[in-house]
């Protein structure tokens, strides 16, 4: 039998293949060094700097009124989204100083790493909140059902943070699946209801950004002219394909290559003819405007150019944060699912019913950066940018004139 090392004031003889998990020197007196600085309960200490004791003594089990014993439960069910709170805070501080560069009537381009290490933590936030809820999930629906009765009319629905951050990142107002046919508003009270309707009349991320994506260089009509220069080039590729269909033999594939071709044109019709453009905005299938549409488009096909290697990755987080923002809604969907079935939520509404409905297109805020893909086209497609245009996209000031006149000598 081995004897423990510890109890019996022994050192064991360690055989070989046993794992070291501490060195002895982990034990020794150096480890023990420095002195406690803490001396008077006055100064700043861990407690009272994070404030623990409030914070700390803010989960009351409602099951526990009248000196009842608690259900055990409820402790997660609170910790939970006390916890969710705080990290909604968290990104609507975040948010909120990101609306403030964009602010700017120009985005200054030496802010613009701030604005995406910023706007990613939103997103990192968001992708683990779903993870929450696998925690909660460890409470069974039986389990939940012994204290659901003391939340009374409670609701998440009554988040004033969640619509806070809905809001500020630009979710469309009028896009919203009515809850109970009543406007989210109206379960808001006083100064919270003044929050929101302030929040509501400020710029949100997306307008923000839509105004951002319109002033993205080349595309001047009287300089790169873009937009022109792509629909020519997709129209050309249209030519092209169209032609090949007239040399097909066979009826049938003749016929499915005219109707892949007529597609094809239609999609690029969207963003081509200004006024279908609106009418998918006046629907809410698009929400950019189309100059702002133009823009992302250019960031996207000229990605490679120095000054759109961070517009581009700013695009790819708003994505992600619609990505995630989408997968916390079904996550929590799924969960509402499996807890209480097909029962009304306590807030009033169909529950699961209401949540699914919210898991859509509608509520993607970024949506048409994803659909952009739609319009990419063969990279010998991209019309080619010219020396003007990419020597502004380029990082000319640190660039050696050396390099540039390399630039201009391959342009020509
Ligand atoms: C057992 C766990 C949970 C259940 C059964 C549940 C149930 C529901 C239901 C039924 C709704 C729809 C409104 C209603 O009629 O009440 C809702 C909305 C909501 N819940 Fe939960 N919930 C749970 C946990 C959470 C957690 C941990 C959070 C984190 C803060 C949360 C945040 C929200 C939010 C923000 C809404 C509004 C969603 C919207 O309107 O788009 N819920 N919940």
Redesign the pocket.
């Known amino acids: 039998k081995m004897a423990c090392p510890y109890l019996s004031g022994k050192k064991s003889k360690r055989r070989h293949s046993e794992p070291v998990l501490f060195d002895e020197g982990d034990f020794n007196l150096s480890s023990q060094e420095g002195k406690n600085k803490i001396t008077a309960p006055s100064q700043l200490t861990y407690n009272s700097y994070l404030q623990l004791p409030r914070l700390l003594s803010s989960q009351y089990l409602q099951s526990s009124a009248g000196g009842k014993i608690p259900v055990h439960d409820e402790h997660l ?1 609170i910790v ?2 006390q916890a ?2 705080l990290w ?1 805070k968290q990104i609507i501080y975040e948010v909120d100083s990101i609306r403030q560069i964009f602010a700017d009537s120009y985005l200054e381009e030496r802010n613009m790493l701030l604005v995406i290490s910023r706007i990613s933590r939103v997103s990192d936030i968001l992708q683990i909140l779903s993870d ?2 696998l925690v ?1 999930e460890t ?1 069974t629906p039986q389990d ?1 059902l012994d204290f ?1 009765p003391f939340l009374m009319n409670g ?3 009554q ?1 004033l943070q ?1 619509r806070l951050m809905e809001i500020k990142l630009g979710m469309p107002e009028d896009l919203r699946v009515q ?1 109970n046919k009543q406007h ?1 508003l109206e379960v808001f009270f006083g100064h919270e209801k003044e929050t929101l309707k302030t929040a509501l009349g400020q710029e949100s991320l997306f307008s923000l950004v839509n105004a951002w994506l319109e002033r993205t260089p080349g595309l001047e009509g009287n300089g790169f002219d873009f937009f022109n220069k792509f629909r020519c080039s997709v129209q050309a590729m249209h030519g092209e394909f169209e032609a090949f269909g007239e040399e097909i033999e066979d009826e049938e594939e003749k016929q499915e290559h005219q109707l892949e071709h007529s597609r094809g044109v239609e999609t690029f019709n969207s963003i081509f003819d200004k006024n279908k453009h609106d009418e998918l905005v006046a629907r809410g299938d698009r929400r950019f405007s189309h100059k702002a549409l133009q823009g992302a488009l250019m960031i996207y096909l000229y990605r490679d150019e120095p000054r759109f290697h961070l517009p581009f990755q700013l695009l790819q987080v708003l994505m992600n944060i619609d990505s995630h923002l989408t997968k916390f ?1 079904y996550s ?1 969907t799924c ?2 699912q499996r ?2 079935g097909r029962k ?9 019913l ?2 699914r409905s ?1 898991c859509s297109d509608r ?1 993607k805020i970024f949506l048409d950066l994803m659909n952009l893909s739609s319009f990419l086209v063969p990279r010998d497609r991209i019309p080619p940018l010219n020396q003007k245009t990419r020597r502004s996209l380029s990082i000319q000031d640190i660039y050696a004139p050396e390099v540039m006149r390399r630039v201009a000598e391959d342009q020509e």
């Open positions: 069910f939970t989204h969710i709170e909604f929450h809820f909660l409470m939940f659901r609701s998440g629905f988040s969640f809850y989210y809604r929590q969960m509402v807890m209480i009304f939520g306590t807030g009033g509404s169909s529950g699961y209401y949540l919210t509520y």
